[in-house]
């Protein structure tokens, strides 16, 4: 399948550890791929759905278990725990090697060693990078052929770049005590154990498209950040492209496939990704900006066509469904479904159902993997090996009092300070109290692959290779009122707020500059058809100074568990207390 010695070098090194009884190498053929699916229904891992109404799609189900990523079991084995960083787990890569080699060892005997190649990014990008996984589930190289652009493409790919990620999975037999999901970033290396839950073991996503390529971005001069990237098409079809990055439950994957509302009709977004963006300097001096992933993997609970309507055509067809419920018409549910609440099915586990039921009949985490060419607002700009040119970089969180509607850094290395110091406040749905402030700083806490404070710097330094810089934004979609009421209607609405950004941008529209940034006045946001109130309208736009006092109390307790914090950050921190002090 392929000739590069390396390649070869390391699979069959794999192979005398792994001691399969079989070897499939994967070639990305229909052909192939429907005889996996028909093994994997024989099996029992597999369960085919109504063909008809949800033609080529499967559900899957994990162990109990074994149902989210595990940030306690993930490690990032930098060469010194300095290297790794405050926000990591970290074990010396020759003690974590030496332990996960007693697991691996004839982990795969009785089983199948399936190899599968893999580019993440468009085929023929400057942008793409190609990796090789090796798994014993079937699970994952179905999941694999959505998620990334598998096969012969990639062997051929390979030939092309030479280097490629070693990627390593055994399920094992799940145990949660030995699970480990370890990145090594000097090596190139990902080995995941113990587990068969999807953001674990399909190591093109997380792990490789976060973890590992933030590590070879720091030292490629380029960018992975975990963010959507879109485009606005205005009524004269001109289309300019943003990215956005959001802590989990803040309507990122919403935003991504947004429908504007019929105000503003003759607008359109069109989705470029919905989770990864890998952001480089194009030679104009302008950003640009690829999807590395070739499908959505996303939550299934929540998903309807209210909240997003495009995700869920999406998965109407050729989506494998992961820990939702089962019907009795041989279709799935989830809560916050169209549907109504079925009165009898099958839950995660397969277990008896009713609407009686005190549990819920679907995982909350349980997913979807859908192709993205699937989905209607899918951007033609998909595919394009020179990715997108990104006019705006937002950040955002939950935050019921703090942050407003939406506002502009003064310049990049504040919208790095504000990226840095990205929070939500938790939820009823969230474990713990509720109106706990999270830090997420860019959204990537779980997901950078070496010292935070170097990641800072990153950004810092990647500022000055950008001569045409996106400007940076902060949204906040959740501002509420004294008694609790979301004061902005959020979802199809956001397409106003983006439009003011992108004003801005270009030069178009005024702002009021206050102690965070520069604030929208609202006779440039499009306001029609929205019941807002005067009042409403000032505490969406209001900067609290009180609040905002506590705000730097807070971040420089943060800012205090971070070492080699840059010192453009400490400035920015010292500047905005004496703007507030002012």
């Known amino acids: ?171 094992a037999d799940v145990n949660p005590e030995e699970r480990y999901i370890v990145q090594f970033p000097e090596d190139n290396t990902i080995w995941s154990i113990n587990s068969a839950y999807g953001g674990n073991v399909l190591l093109g996503k997380k792990c490789f498209a976060l973890r590992i390529a933030s590590f070879l971005g720091k030292n490629e001069g380029w960018m992975a950040e975990h963010m959507l990237i879109l485009g606005l098409q205005n009524p004269k079809g001109d289309i300019k492209y943003v990215s956005a990055a ?32 890998w952001l480089r300097v194009g030679p104009d001096g302008r950003l640009w900006a690829i999807n590395p992933e070739a499908g959505f993997f996303g939550v299934a609970p929540g998903t309807s066509s209210k909240t997003n309507k495009n995700a869920l055509l999406t998965t109407m067809s050729n989506t494998i469904f992961t820990n939702v419920a089962l019907r009795d018409d041989n279709t799935v549910w989830w809560e916050g479904h169209d549907d109504e609440t079925p009165a009898h099915c099958l839950d995660w586990q397969g277990r008896e159902w009713t609407s009686d039921s005190a549990e819920k009949a679907a995982h909350p985490n349980s997913r979807f993997t859908a192709p993205a060419k699937q989905c209607p607002c899918i951007s033609s700009e998909f595919e394009n090996p020179a990715g997108v040119p990104i006019s705006a970089i937002i950040f955002g969180g939950r935050r019921a009092k703090t942050a407003p509607l939406v506002y502009q850094s003064f310049d990049w290395n504040h919208g790095v300070f504000i990226g840095s110091t990205m929070a939500s406040e938790t939820t009823a749905a969230a474990a713990g109290a509720v109106g706990v402030v999270r830090r997420d700083p860019m959204a990537m806490k779980p997901f950078i692959g070496y010292n935070v404070g170097d990641y800072f710097a990153h950004w810092i330094e990647m500022g000055k290779k950008i001569s ?112 507030l002090n002012k």
């Open 246 to 277: 959001f802590p989990s439950a803040c309507g990122k994957t919403n935003l991504a496939m947004l429908i504007p509302p019929k105000e503003l009709e003759g607008y359109k977004v069109w989705t470029v990704g919905d989770d990864i963006a």
């Open 468 to 579: 045409n810089p996106p400007k940076i934004f902060n949204t906040n979609w959740f501002r509420k009122s004294d008694d609790g009421k979301f004061l902005w209607p959020g979802f199809g609405d956001n397409m106003r707020v983006l439009l003011w950004i992108l004003d801005r941008c270009e030069g178009k529209a005024d702002a009021v500059e206050s102690p965070i940034g520069y604030l929208p006045k609202r006779e440039d946001l499009i306001t029609d058809g929205l019941d807002i109130s005067d009042a409403d309208w000032e505490e969406l736009l209001k900067v609290d100074k009180e609040v905002w006092l506590d705000e730097v109390r807070q971040i420089k307790e943060l800012y205090a568990g971070f070492d080699r914090l840059p010192a453009e950050l400490a400035e920015q921190l010292k500047a905005l207390e004496a703007r």
């Open 1 to 171: 399948m392929t000739d590069n010695k390396k390649a070869l070098a390391w699979i069959e090194e794999m192979k005398a550890m792994l001691n399969p009884d079989k070897v499939v190498w994967i070639d990305g053929s229909d052909e192939q791929i429907n005889a996996l699916k028909k093994q994997g229904i024989e099996e029992g891992t597999m369960i085919p759905l109504d063909q008809e109404k949800l033609p080529g799609c499967l559900l899957h189900r994990t162990a109990a278990n074994d149902v989210a990523r595990v940030e306690d079991r993930t490690f990032i084995c930098a060469k010194t725990k300095e290297e790794a960083g405050p926000t990591n787990n970290w074990m010396d890569p020759k003690e974590m090697y030496a332990k996960l080699t007693k697991l691996f060892t004839n982990s795969m005997k009785g089983r199948t060693m399936y190899i599968i190649p893999f580019i993440m990014g468009p085929a023929k990008s400057p942008f793409s990078k190609v990796g090789i996984e090796i798994t014993d589930s079937i699970y994952v190289v179905l999941n694999m052929n959505i998620m990334t652009r598998m096969g012969n493409i990639a062997w051929e790919e390979l030939s092309e770049k030479g280097d490629f990620t070693k990627c390593l999975h055994c399920t």
